[in-house]
């Protein structure tokens, strides 16, 4: 399959994924190259690794790996040629998280689209983006993926889902912009459209640029619809994108709707101070049962965006777990590519097994243990056999 002029050797894609095991200034470290080492020798066609952010500003956890300053290249740079040397290709997702920036990291109040709603779990409300801030965003995008260059990657991700800043220009329900930014479909798409177009004129032509989105915010009132994400997908069609990955959710309200499965309480818990802890857990208890995992839960919409993609190739991520299923998606033409995240957490070499033709399934239950893990800091791993409660 081609992406851009980039040919990747087979269908599998790993997901970006958090790993919690940048250093605290951003920087890749051992820990970080010996893992998409590990996954690319593992026969994954393409590895996309855990979100890179553009901006300090828009810096989501503590050890992120960040791609907005030079003295990052380097490192990065050894993250590529890892992949390279065992025959993968490698792609680097950018994100800005916007409101869902992590305050403390950062020392202000997050910047939004918009200055309304109270965050539900750190209770702050954003600061209103200017349109200076927005100008030096777009522009932080650029520079980003010109470094990606410089640190060879094959392409870029624009991160436009999960919640993040991008998803928040997006959504009705984060934006209440009246200005070019926002009061209409296509003021809410502008922000997103830019960061496009500055990120084309940074990379040369060829280089794929694929971008992820929400088919559905699942957010308390109205934000992206699937019919929306109809709408958008095929403006991004027309704005020159090589390819899109479809997901859903936001952070900020119930992470388990991106990633579904089990709802570790206890284990997330742990990540908040003593004092929130009580309503922490009250409201992680109201998730569980509510989005138990489903085979291919995004498949439904995907379908939806399927044929105003034309020919750009979609990627499918969210509870794809056996071979039959991922067969039947790639021979009734449902999605291009099959994007995993976590049956790779457990099983790095689960594409050279599924060549082998030894198994059926992946063996990930989606107890997600290893999402509470890099909420607490900890390296992402495949902890369903033992989590340090402590
Ligand atoms: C520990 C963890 C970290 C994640 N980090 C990211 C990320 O950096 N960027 C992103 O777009 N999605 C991230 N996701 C979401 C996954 O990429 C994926 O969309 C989701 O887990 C559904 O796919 P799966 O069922 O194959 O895990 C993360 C998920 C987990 C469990």
Known sequence: ????????????????????????????????????????KGEVGLVIPGYLYVHPLGRAARYQTGIYADYMIPGLQRMVDAVHQEGGKIAFQLVHAGRQTTKGLIGQTPMGPSGK?????????????????IQEVIQAFGKAAKRAVEARADGVQIHAGHGYLINQFLSPFFNHREDDWGGSDENRFRFLQEVVSETKRAVP??????????????TPREGITPSLAVKYAGWLANSGIDGLEVSCGTILYCFVNMSRGEVPVNELVKSL??????????????????????????????????????????????????????????????????????????????????????????????????????????????????????
């Open 1 to 40: 399959m081609k992406l851009g002029d980039m040919e990747v050797k087979n269908r599998f894609v790993h997901s970006a994924t958090y790993e919690c095991m940048a250093r605290e200034t951003g920087e890749v470290t051992d820990e970080l190259v010996k893992r998409y080492r590990v996954l690319a």
């Open 273 to 390: 101070p003593l004092w929130k802890r009580p309503l922490g857990r009250l409201m992680m208890k109201s998730w569980i049962g509510k989005y138990d995992l489903e085979e291919g839960y995004n498949l439904e919409t995907a379908k939806m965006i399927k044929p105003v993609l034309r020919a750009i190739p979609l990627f499918l991520v969210g509870g794809l777990r056996r071979v039959m299923q991922i067969e039947e998606v790639l021979e009734k033409r449902y999605a291009d590519f099959i994007s995993m995240s976590r049956p790779f957490i457990r099983e790095p070499d689960i594409v050279k097994k599924i060549k082998e033709g030894k198994v059926g399934a992946v063996s990930c239950v989606s107890c997600n243990r290893c999402f509470a893990a890099v909420v607490n800091n900890m390296p992402v791993g495949c902890y369903n056999k033992g989590f340090p409660i402590g």
């Open 117 to 133: 709603g109270r965050d539900p779990i750190n209770f702050f409300k954003p600061r209103e983006m200017s349109e200076d801030e």
């Open 205 to 218: 032509g060829g280089m794929p640029i694929l971008v992820k989105l929400n088919t559905h915010d699942h």
